[in-house]
């Protein structure tokens, strides 16, 4: 795990309903690099998701 890695788990930590898109904001990191740190976190057991449907689904 890198120093990206600890930011997003401690952000998530906080608030854990954040999004993405929010957290690269947050953290002025592109979305795809947020979106690889998650998954590197998911795979290792860190953190735990769910997928949701798209509103556009429903």
């Known amino acids: ?3 990206h890695h600890h930011k997003l ?3 998530l ?8 898109r929010e957290l690269s904001r ?5 979305l ?3 979106n690889y740190a998650l998954n590197a976190l998911i795979m290792s057991g860190f953190i735990k998701a769910m997928r949701f449907k ?3 689904e429903l």
């Open 9 to 11: 788990l401690k952000e």
């Open 54 to 56: 798209n509103l556009s």
């Open 32 to 34: 795809g690099r947020v």
């Open 13 to 20: 930590a906080k608030d854990n309903k954040l999004s993405q």
């Open 1 to 3: 795990m890198d120093g």
């Open 26 to 30: 947050r953290h002025r990191l592109s």
